[in-house]
């Protein structure tokens, strides 16, 4: 009888564990959801056992992102190279044919002999192929224009300008890094919440991206060395620029005159205010009458040319479609060669 009552207590405790394990497990799912939907409010996310910023899953992103940006710059830069090479040669053939040609015709047979007929031959295959060349190729001034080239080059102005801002980006968020994390980590119910959201769950970042700007510094300075790729748009210089620091946009390069325009909207892109008191200046462009603003823009980069402090005439909306434009007083401070064979920009500092 004895033996029967403990197996009878050991059933009964063993019964009362069995039913109060599921609800302790039910607890600390629901402390543990609690906890994450805190840390989910607060900006975080989940990265393993760590907690990331926002930023840092951005940063993260960027970082991963530079050696396919690097690579599409480099194919785009062989690419323009060897469009550039291709149409050089006809065009260098085109020249000689064209001479030869002339040449041909001065020394046509009289008659009606077979060395005629030779001649229209040899005359009429030299005329198809230079008309040939004429579809494939272009002369210097056409370069960038239409065409192969100006799709090549377009292709290395947009694979430079996503490169370099792809890199003020990650510059960017690395430096505001720390300034993201330092009041979470003086917040207690963020660490209450750590410390609820499972084992070992701590607070980015996952480490110090400080080794990560050597790189991204060499590559900063290989394209500042590197002269600035252009493309042509109705026989206007096409070029790109970054705007304060982080900013990308296609401006066109006015060869003389003129005033550096930039439409509002790019203002606002790139974090510039038009003061209340800017003072207005009327603009006549092609019968139009705009109301401009007179700003100054403290950080233009143009290539390796870097601009401070450039004064410009902020367009109002109805004026966007002027599109942004630099005028040369803008870079009095560089010797500006432009190679018109390569389709680049050479700047030289004239402090140098």
Known sequence: MRGKNVIMILIAAVGSVSLS?????????????????????????RLGKIWITEREERLRTQLARVDAAHRRYRKAEKALDESLQANAADHARLLILQRQIEQLKQARPRGNSIKLQQYKT???????VVTLLRGRCLPPQRLGGVGLTRQAAGEMVAARMSLL??????????????EDYRPLRGDSSVTEALAGAGAEQRLGPTRDYAGDLKPVAKLERVLDAADLPFYR?????????????????????LESGGQ??????????????IPADAPRVVLS????????????????????????????????????????????????????KLDALRLRLHFESIDD
Do not use: F, W
């Not at 550096?260 to 205010?273: F, H, K, N, V």
């Not at 109301?291 to 004064?311: T, W």
């Not at 367009?315 to 009095?332: K, N, T, W």
């Open 233 to 253: 748009q109705g026989g206007r210089l096409r070029v790109s620029v970054l705007v304060n620091h982080r900013t990308p946009a296609t401006m066109t390069l």
């Open 21 to 45: 394990t599921p609800s302790v497990a039910c607890d600390q799912d629901a402390n543990r959801t609690k906890a994450e939907k805190l840390l989910h409010a607060r900006g975080l996310r």
């Open 285 to 336: 462009v092609g019968g139009r009458m705009l109301q401009a603003r007179r700003v100054r823009i403290d950080y233009l980069q143009v290539g390796s040319a870097v601009l401070r402090d450039v004064e410009a005439l902020a367009l109002p909306p109805e004026g966007e479609d002027l599109g942004a434009q630099l005028a040369p007083r803008a870079l009095s401070g560089y010797k500006v």
């Open 165 to 178: 801002v792809l890199l003020a980006k990650i510059r960017q968020h690395v430096g505001l890094l720390n």
């Open 260 to 273: 550096t325009l930039i439409p509002a909207s790019l203002l606002q892109a790139a974090g510039i205010d």
């Open 122 to 128: 040899k005359l009429a295959q030299a005329e198809q």
